[in-house]
């Protein structure tokens, strides 16, 4: 897969760049159909007012009946909408599990091309692997089937804000905004509000922005103690090396769906993954 070379950006607290926008803003248009996924709201264009003059109608999804998948002897298995659980003793925000068990969380910035995104849910199924998804709330609106396709494969999904802004620099309005946009994205398309949320454009959020999230429903603000810095597009090797290099047991990884060297290193990294002995799962696993 081809490189892309982007400048490294300037420092901030989580150094995303607005590349994952503007990526968003020109990835190929919609796919024709739809994919199945369990635990969808029921057919139908759904309208969702998420601020104030921000009105987005989803495409119609399957419904739940038609979309879950079958177990090994042909029986539909329910897949329950992600919801947000809270984790007593645990803060309040979350940057990695326990020490003491050799399982991880690769969690992945849902934004971008949906078929970089297909390609790694892909690459992940087939090692074994659960991951998280933290999906910005445009990106949904733009491709609402990935919704089903993340739940479908048994992997959580979560709250990364509605246009992925600076959240810790907005006003209470504009940040409770960011976070109940995308929530009611996720409630419309999946039938809750996502089992995690994440600030965007920060690996920990304000005070402010933490009580924000409490109050839209989320007991625990999503962190994490290992970066990638795939965003910077050093190639798949770099991106292997820097997870590869400072994973432990109990890690939570930050990666992004959106950039071509993610999907490239993402099979070397379970490899590596599996030859030390450690099993990526879903964060709600992690911590559980």
Request: proline content about 8%; charged content about 20%; overall charge positive.
């Amino acid at each position: 897969m081809g490189r892309v070379t982007t400048p490294v950006p300037p420092p901030s607290s989580d150094r995303e760049t607005d590349r994952e926008t503007d990526t968003a803003r020109t990835v190929p248009g919609r796919r024709a159909a739809l994919r199945a996924g369990a635990g969808l709201a029921a057919a139908g264009a759904l309208a969702a007012a998420c601020s104030p003059g921000d009105t987005v109608v989803h495409r119609a999804l399957p419904s739940r009946a038609t979309g879950s998948p079958r177990s090994a002897t042909g029986s539909r298995v329910p897949v329950a909408a992600p919801v947000p659980r809270s984790f007593p003793g645990r803060p309040a925000q979350i940057a990695s599990g326990p020490r003491n068990r050799p399982r991880v969380a690769l969690t992945f910035h849902g934004q971008g091309d949906p078929s970089y995104a297909k390609a790694i849910l892909d690459a992940a199924e087939k090692a074994g692997a659960k991951v998280t998804v933290l999906a910005v709330g445009t990106w949904l609106d733009e491709h609402p089937e990935v919704a089903g396709r993340i739940i479908e494969g048994g992997h959580d999904l979560g709250n990364h804000t509605l246009r992925h802004l600076d959240i810790n620099a907005m006003s209470e309005q504009q940040a409770f905004a960011e976070i109940k946009g995308c929530a009611e994205r996720l409630r419309h398309l999946t039938g809750g509000i996502g089992a995690w949320f994440r600030p965007s454009r920060a690996q920990r959020a304000t005070p402010l922005v933490e009580r924000l999230a409490r109050r839209a429903g989320y007991p625990h603000i999503l962190s994490y103690d290992v970066d990638s810095l795939d965003y910077t597009s050093p190639g798949a090797v770099a991106v292997t090396r820097k997870v590869t290099d400072d994973i432990r047991n109990g890690s939570v990884v930050s990666l992004h769906f959106g950039y071509p060297d993610t999907v490239a290193a993402v099979p070397d990294i379970l490899h590596a993954l599996k030859d030390r002995g450690l099993t990526a799962v879903t964060t709600t696993e992690l911590l559980s």
